[in-house]
């Protein structure tokens, strides 16, 4: 999992412990994703498919995509397809990914870069693996996020950005045993080079074996913690998680990860992504690749996209 790293921890700067006083958010739920394919076939994990929406709030869904190791000609993305009403995270730790947009966003993401696509009033755009990792294969392992838009940003325009690894904010542990890397908002007043509608973090954190991570938590926002390989234990009873696990945390100021002593000689340490943000309490109407307000918003977004409002796919 070759995403940004750096040799030795103890030279970034380190969280704050938590403060007498400080509350450790419970684990409210661990579920297990279950598996599917997306876009043109390529395999994926429904991370949050077991967690009520209105824990997922202001987040729609996210998919695991892989870790898979394509054989020659097997590496597959999506075809041209819309959204409106919500942002899309895509975020790669090995392989890579293009995207094409019908606002002229577009780029080659790889080993740590993110694509962070708000769709706003309506966009067509194109995800696929770059045609020598088609014709070569290789491994390929990233993550895709919805995040919900309010209803007064939902027909924003849209808007494209691409973060590079090395612009990640990078900081670690108290016991220098956790890599925490800050893609968007803010963790402990270190903040990430993501722009977002909704108030938000998302954080990829590397926890070593035997290791521990107390990661201070705005007290406003939910938290979501998935694993994306190896095994350890959520909150600080020590609930146990695995790959393919997400836990759902209740309220607090701060939230634990630990590493498992042990783990399988090709996932040497816990991988998870941390999300959260502040909930939008609002109607959810969600259809496709439309989430509005209304059922009337959505079929509107059906109408605009099958009358071309949407912009139309670049030539070539």
């Known amino acids: 999992m070759p995403a940004i790293t750096v040799d030795d921890l103890t030279v970034l700067p380190r969280l704050t412990a938590p403060g007498l006083g400080d509350v450790p958010r419970p684990v409210w739920q661990v579920s297990t994703a279950p598996t599917g394919y997306e876009g043109e076939g390529f395999p994926v994990r429904r991370a949050f498919a077991g967690v009520d929406l209105a824990h997922l709030d202001p987040f729609i869904m996210m998919d695991q995509m892989g870790e898979v190791d394509y054989a020659p000609g097997e590496p597959k993305g999506t075809s041209w397809h819309p959204h409106r009403g919500f942002e899309t995270v895509t975020y790669i730790m090995d392989g890579q990914f293009d995207h094409q947009d019908s606002h002229g966003g577009g780029g080659t993401i790889t080993n740590g870069d993110t694509q962070w696509m708000t769709a706003g009033s309506g966009i067509l755009h194109i995800e696929a693996p770059p045609e020598w990792l088609v014709q070569k294969g290789g491994l390929f392992h990233g993550i895709q996020l919805w995040v919900n838009l309010p209803s007064d940003a939902k027909l924003s325009a849209p808007r494209y950005q691409d973060i590079r690894a090395r612009e990640v904010t990078l900081a670690t542990s108290q016991d220098a045993g956790a890599l925490v890397r800050v893609i968007a908002g803010e963790v402990d007043g270190h903040g990430g080079p993501g722009a977002t509608y909704t108030p938000m973090s998302l954080v990829h954190a590397t926890v070593e074996p035997g290791a521990r991570l107390e990661l201070p938590w705005p007290v406003e926002f939910n938290a979501l913690v998935y694993v994306l390989s190896g095994r350890g234990t959520v909150g600080t009873d020590g609930r146990p998680v695995e790959t393919g696990q997400a836990a759902v945390l209740g309220a607090g100021d701060y939230l634990t990860v630990a590493g498992g002593e042990r783990q399988d000689s090709r996932t ?41 409002r949407f912009g139309h796919i670049p030539a070539g």
């Open 268 to 308: 040497p340490a816990l991988d998870v992504v941390v999300v959260g943000g502040r909930p939008i309490r609002e109607p959810l109407a969600w259809a496709g690749p439309f989430v509005m307000n209304t059922k009337a918003e959505v079929l509107a977004a059906y109408e605009d996209f099958q009358k071309g």
